[in-house]
Structures are given as C-alpha cells and as structure tokens.
C-alpha cells in the first residue's frame, strides 16, 4: 500500500511538471504570435493610404491632412477626445502631427480637389494646386487645370530624373574613376623609387592621360547640370490649409495623390507600389522615407561573408577538440574559455575588431598596399569585410559547441567499422564523422546566423553606417569592394526609431523595418534548416 501511494505521488508529479513544461511551451509561443502580430498590425498599414480630411475650427482655422488615432484628454476625461492629426508641410509648420481637441472642431469634410504630394525632401505636402509655372511663364492656372497638367508632366519628369541618375552613375562615374585611378598612378610613381627614363615615359603619358579625362569629366558635368537645370525648371505652386503658399519644383515630386477621389482598387495598387519602393529604393529624407533596400542587401551580404568565415573556423576548432586533441587539463580550459566567450558583451568584440582588424590589419594593407591613397585609408577605416570578422569571432563559440555536440553524437561503432575497413583517420572523419555530425554544425551555424543579422553595437564601430553612398557590389572593377561601409536593417531601426527628430512619424517605418529583418532572418534560416534536413535524411543515423 505504501509503494501504491508513492507511485501515485510520483505520477501527480510527472504530470504537474509535464503541464508545467507544456504551459511553458504555450506562453512563449503566445508571445511570439503576440509580437509578430504587433509587428504586422503596425507595419503592414505603413503603405495604406488614409483620406484626406479638412477641420474648420472655432478660431478660424483650416487644417488639412491624415486622421492618425482618437483619445481622452489626458488629465480631464470628462473633457472629452482630442484626434491626433498628420498635418505634413514640414517646410511650413515644422511638425508632422498636431493633437486637436473634439470640442474645438466646427466642421469636418473630405475635400476632392485635396492633394498629397510625397517629395524627396521635407516629408508629405497636403495643398490644394493653384498653378504650373515653367521658369517664369505661367503654364496653367486654377486648381484642376494645374492638377491635369502635373498629372502629365509628372511622368516625364520621373523618367528624366532616372536617366540623370544612370547618367550620374554610369557614364559619369565610369570617368571619375578613371581620373581618380590615373592620379593615384600618378602618386605611386611619385612615392617609389628614383625615376629613369622610362617612369619618365609613364609619367609624361599617365599626365595626357589625366588631362584628357579630367576635360571629358568637365564636360560631362557641364551635361549633368545642364540635365538638372531642365528637371527644375517647372514649379507648380500649392496653397496649404492654412493660406500659405508654397513653389515646388514637379523634379522634386515622388507622387502626387488625390486620396479622397481615390477607389479601393487605385489604393490597393498604391499599397502595392508603395511596398515595392520600400523593398526596391533607396532611402531618403534621412530615412525616414522610401525604401531599404542598401540595408537589406547590407545585411545578407553581411551574414553571407560572415557564415563563409565561421564556418570552417569553428568547425575546424571543434575537429581537432573532438578527434584529436589529448583531453586534459588544457583541453578541458580552452572549452571553458569558449564557453565564456558566448557571454562577452558584444561591444567588446567590436572594439577588438577595431584594433585589430582595422587600424592593425587594415593599417598595414594600407601601408603596404595603397600607400598613394594615403593619408585617406582604404582598408584602414570601418568596412563590411571587417563587420564580418568581428561578427564571426563573435559566433565562432556558438558554431564550436554546436559541431563539437554533433561530432559527440556520432556512434562509435560508425567510426570502428571505417577503421576496420581499413579507413585511415582522417579518410574516416572525412567521409563518415563530418557527413553525419553536418546537422549538428549547421544548427551552430543557423544560431550565428540569427544572432549575426541582430547585431548592432560592434557594427557601429567597424564599418555600419547611417546612409552608404554606394553598395559593395556594383560593375566597377573589382566588382565586389569589401572595404566599403555598409546599412544593416538593425541599425536602420535604431537611426529611425531613436534618433529621428519625429518620433511620431517615424513609428511604423521602425514596426515596418522590425518585422522585414525578422523575414530576413527567417528566410536565410530556412534555407540552412532545408539543408539540414537533407543531410539528416541522407546519413541518417541514431546520431542525427
């Protein structure tokens, strides 16, 4: 009877602690599901658009833009509501929303002629259109007219403003670099060694060389702002709620939107071009507009040179812990001291990374490599090839005990039989203990991976930036230029989220950006699990 009742205790415990685990289990998942649908509820209406609404309040004044939210006055709830509204016209008021209480509001209505105008610079514009001008002329006056008129305008000045920029980045850029390169030859003949006769002749034909291309670049510059001057020369003038008036130039014009007039259909195809220019664009506004894309490309590009470091790396460390290293008291030291390198505050890893990757190693290439760039560095200053191998010592631990774990779970009776077969030791770890521990090394890989695309505090030391003028891949030679900085999407949501001037503005570009990274992350985290897999299934062992 005793032992009946002690088994009865122990089966209530069980079950207590496996509802424990279970419940356990759930919360975490509820908080998942909880924080993807915080994200998608407040990133995906980033691109919605909202109608137009115009206020009239007791004072007289008109206020036209977006209704963004609706709550009690705070301090007073018997006071009433006040709605928060996006007034934009930056350039006029200086704020993006204004708080305007229920109470203070005469009228309400949905202008049709309410235009919204999304610029390159100083954000939204809501206005009515009073005229084009060309120059000095007018073209067209009144507020259809001039809306017709834009409509028509407006496409050709966007395809005008994308072939300067294929100018500017091609043919124009193809010549500065080439007049950049012959002055650098230049400078290389003048810091080598005592000149003969025939560094003079290079000499004499690197300098016709320069001068011809520094006269095809005047010219060209001369054609580029020639190009400008014609992309400026159409203003069309808008009258804010206010009265105000403002000139814009038609070159400065993203779009140009009627949302009250608008169908479902025209804003379900303005959403869908809206996330397509943040998935495809370049950012603007000091991104607080437009598209991402630097930073997604930042970011892969970033894990991908990351992973091909770590992986051999902590692989190759794991190998020799495992298979042939004495165990000992050193052995036994250095799996502590790699333990204790997956709890060093990240930052610490980004100041190594500073001085020793880029002022010591970047340095010397430098110094010995492109000493005519000097004093401006070119490996010695932040770059994406250094981020990587911070960020890869960084998860290098991770990637060690993932693989040492998987090399453990390899039977033993797999290795005596190779050997018995007449394997040699390294043919047998080769073709038989890596095949069957892979699964194991690319779970270590897969948790770098995510914990590499998170990062950000070693990367604003050695190479990440606000704004990256130009990506490390594009067709000039070499092609792939690892000494430039880069985005991270990380980064991107830190600038925005807490450095940005309006804060309320910026709040779902920050929920937009978050739940992007963690598509990102997933997505290259899927592609290392379906691998996995298949290695799972093609050696599968009671290892894997």
């Known amino acids: 009877m005793p032992q009946r009742r002690g088994r009865r205790r122990r089966d209530l415990l069980g079950e207590g602690l496996t509802a424990l685990c279970g419940g356990a289990l759930a919360f975490n998942l509820l908080l998942v599901v909880a924080l993807l649908v915080i994200l998608i509820a407040n990133g995906t209406g980033l691109f919605w658009q909202r109608d137009l609404v115009q206020l009239s309040l007791d004072d007289g004044t008109q206020v036209l833009g977006e209704l963004h939210g609706r709550e009690p006055i705070p301090g007073d709830a018997a006071s009433g509501f006040r709605v928060r509204i996006k007034t934009g016209n930056r350039d006029l008021g200086g704020a993006d929303f204004r708080w305007i209480d229920e109470s203070a509001i005469r009228e309400r209505r949905r202008p049709q002629d309410a235009v919204l105008l999304e610029r390159r610079e100083w954000g939204p514009f809501f206005g009515i259109p009073v005229e084009l001008r060309h120059g000095d002329g007018r073209l067209v006056q009144g507020s259809e007219a001039t809306w017709q008129q834009l409509t028509e305008i407006l496409p050709r000045k966007l395809d005008e403003l994308a072939a300067l920029k294929k100018f500017d980045g ?24 005592a000149t003969d006769e025939a560094q003079a002749i290079e000499k004499r034909d690197l300098d016709a060389r320069l001068v011809d291309a520094t006269r095809r670049y005047e010219e060209l510059t001369q054609r580029l702002n020639a190009m400008r001057q014609a992309l400026q020369a159409q203003v069309v003038v808008f009258e804010a709620a206010g009265g105000a008036r403002r000139e814009i130039s038609v070159s400065q014009i993203v779009r140009a939107l009627r949302p009250n007039a608008m169908g ?9 071009s809206r ?23 930042g970011t892969v590009m970033m894990v991908f040179i990351m992973s091909i470091v770590v992986a051999p790396l902590g692989v190759l460390a794991a190998l020799y812990l495992r298979e042939y290293a004495k165990q000992g008291f050193l052995v036994r030291t250095v799996r502590i001291a790699v333990n204790n390198l997956a709890g060093v505050p990240s930052i610490v890893f980004g100041v190594f990374g500073l001085g020793f990757f880029v002022y010591l190693v970047g340095g010397s290439i430098d110094r010995f490599v492109y000493p005519e760039s000097l004093p401006t560095p070119t490996f010695g200053t932040g770059g994406i090839l250094w981020a990587s191998l911070t960020l890869a010592l960084l998860t290098v631990p991770v990637v060690i005990v993932a693989t040492e774990e998987g090399l453990a779970a390899v039977p033993r009776i797999t290795r005596e039989g190779s050997l018995a077969l007449g394997a040699t030791k390294f043919e047998t770890i080769w073709r038989v203990v890596l095949p069957a521990a892979a699964p194991g090394m690319l779970t270590g890989l897969i948790l770098a991976m995510a914990r590499a695309a998170g990062e950000v505090a070693p990367l604003m030391i050695v190479g990440m930036v606000k704004l990256a003028p130009t990506l490390p891949v594009d067709g000039i030679f ?14 991107h949501i830190y600038d925005v ?24 992350v997933t997505a290259m985290n899927l592609v290392a699990i379906a691998i996995r897999n298949h290695l799972r299934r093609k050696y599968a062992t009671s290892a894997v």
């Open 170 to 193: 091609g043919e124009l850029s193809d010549v500065n670099q080439e007049v950049e390169r012959l002055r650098l030859a230049q400078r290389r003949l003048t810091i080598g060694s």
């Open 264 to 272: 479902l259909a025209g804003r379900a195809g303005l959403y869908l």
């Open 275 to 297: 996330a397509r220019e943040f998935l495809t664009d370049d950012p603007r506004e000091s991104n607080t507009e437009g598209g991402i894309f630097p930073a997604i490309f």
């Open 478 to 491: 070499p092609f792939v230029h690892l000494e430039r900085k880069f985005m991270h999407l990380g980064f």
């Open 497 to 520: 989220g807490f450095q940005s001037p309006n804060v309320e503005a910026t709040k779902p570009i920050v929920f937009a950006t978050a739940l992007l990274l963690i598509l990102v």
